[in-house]
C-alpha cells in the first residue's frame, strides 16, 4: 500500500502509542517524553465564538474535543453567500467577513464558510455539497471556491467553477515547532534526524504536501522527501494528518511531536493566540510559496454575493487583514505560473 494513503488508523495508532506509551518511546528513541497536562484550551475551536458569524446562535452547545465542529462557520439555513476556502487561512476569515459585511451590509449574518483542505472541498462539491460531521449531515451548495491558483484553475478547466481564477494574496512554508523548540529544530535538513517525530499534512488530500515536498527535495535532495514522507511515516516517527492546519498545532501542543511544516500564517496566528508554538524560518532558496486565487462556481446559487466577496478579497481592506498574519499580494502577473 502507498504510504501516503495509509488509512487514518495508522495515524491513530501513533497518536495513541504517543498518549499511552511514552516510556516505550523514550527507551525506543532515548529521548525523553513527558506527556503533558490535560488543558481545555489546546482544543479547536480556538476562536472561541468569533469565528461565526451567524447572528442569532440560539443554544451553544460546544464542548472542546467532544463536541466541536470547528471548520464550519455560520447558520446553514438560508445564507446569501456560501465559501468554500481551503484552511489555511481560517484564522482570518472572521476579520475578512466582518470587514466584507461592513460594505455588504444586506449580508451580515447570511454567510455561511467551510475551512477545510481544498481537496476534500472538491470532493463535497462531487457529493452534492453534502458534509457529515459526527452525526450531523447537511448540505450547502457553495458561490465561491478559493484555494490554490492551481487548484482553481484544474476546477475551472474541469468545468465546475466559472473563469477567471482571480489571485490575491501568497503565503510562504514554515517549522512549526512547539514553543522553545525542544527537539532543537534549525532546518529542514534536521526533520531527517532519527528520533525528530513529525507532524506532516497527508499528500492524498492536502495540497499544501506537494509544496513541501518540493523545498524537502531542494534542501536534501529526493533522500529527505523519501525520509521524512515514507521511512519515517512507515516506523511510526511521522504522523500523517487529515487536516494540518488544525492537526498539526494540536499535535505539537499535546506533545506528540517536534516539527511540522506549515504556511509561516498559521504559525503566526497560533503565535498571537499566545498557544505555546514557534517557527524555524526556512530560507527563500528552499522555500516554496503558493499563490491563493478565488473564482466563482457554477450553477453558484447567489452569483452577485460571490463576485462581491472575489473583488473584496484583492482589495487594500482586505490585504491589511492578510498582512497581519505574514500574505503578501499576489503579484499581477500570477496568472502565468
Request: proline letters at 9%; one cysteine or more.
Amino acid at each position: 500500500m502507498n504510504a501516503y494513503r495509509k488509512p487514518l488508523l495508522a495515524a491513530m495508532l501513533c497518536v495513541l502509542g504517543a498518549l499511552g506509551g511514552a516510556a516505550a518511546w523514550a527507551a525506543a528513541t532515548g529521548m525523553p517524553v513527558t506527556p503533558p497536562k490535560y488543558s481545555e484550551t489546546l482544543y479547536p475551536p480556538w476562536s472561541h465564538g468569533e469565528n461565526d458569524p451567524a447572528l442569532h446562535k440560539g443554544l451553544e452547545f460546544t464542548i472542546p474535543e467532544v463536541d466541536s465542529m470547528p471548520d464550519f462557520h455560520g447558520s446553514v439555513n438560508d445564507p446569501k453567500l456560501v465559501i468554500y476556502v481551503g484552511g489555511n487561512y481560517y484564522f482570518a476569515m472572521a476579520p475578512l467577513v466582518r470587514a466584507f459585511e461592513a460594505e455588504h451590509p444586506a449580508l451580515r449574518g447570511r454567510i455561511f464558510y467551510v475551512t477545510i483542505p481544498p481537496g476534500l472541498l472538491t470532493r463535497a462539491m462531487a457529493m452534492g455539497n453534502t458534509f457529515t460531521s459526527g452525526n450531523l449531515t447537511f448540505t450547502v451548495p457553495p458561490d465561491v471556491y478559493a484555494a490554490g491558483l492551481k487548484k482553481v484553475q484544474a476546477q475551472i478547466a474541469a468545468g465546475k467553477l466559472l473563469a477567471p481564477a482571480v489571485p490575491y494574496v501568497t503565503n510562504d512554508l514554515t517549522i512549526m515547532v512547539p514553543k522553545g523548540n525542544p527537539g532543537h529544530i534549525t532546518s529542514l535538513q534536521d526533520l531527517g534526524r532519527p528520533g525528530v517525530r513529525l507532524v506532516m499534512p497527508n499528500p492524498a488530500w492536502e495540497g499544501v504536501a506537494r509544496q513541501i515536498e518540493a523545498s524537502l527535495r531542494k534542501a536534501g535532495g529526493p533522500a529527505l522527501e523519501r525520509m521524512v514522507y515514507d521511512t519515517k511515516v512507515k516506523d511510526g516517527q511521522t504522523i500523517l494528518t487529515h487536516i494540518h492546519h488544525r492537526q498539526t498545532p494540536l499535535f505539537l501542543m499535546q506533545g506528540l511531536g517536534d516539527a511540522g511544516i506549515t504556511w509561516k500564517s498559521e504559525a503566526i496566528f497560533q503565535e498571537q493566540a499566545g498557544h505555546p508554538i514557534g517557527h524555524v524560518d526556512i530560507p527563500a532558496k528552499y522555500n516554496t510559496t503558493a499563490v491563493y486565487a478565488a473564482a466563482l462556481v457554477k450553477g453558484a446559487p447567489h452569483p452577485r454575493a460571490g463576485r462581491q466577496w472575489i473583488a473584496f478579497l484583492h482589495s487594500p481592506t482586505a490585504l491589511k487583514i492578510f498582512a497581519r498574519y505574514g500574505f503578501k499580494p499576489a503579484p499581477a502577473d500570477a496568472t502565468r505560473e
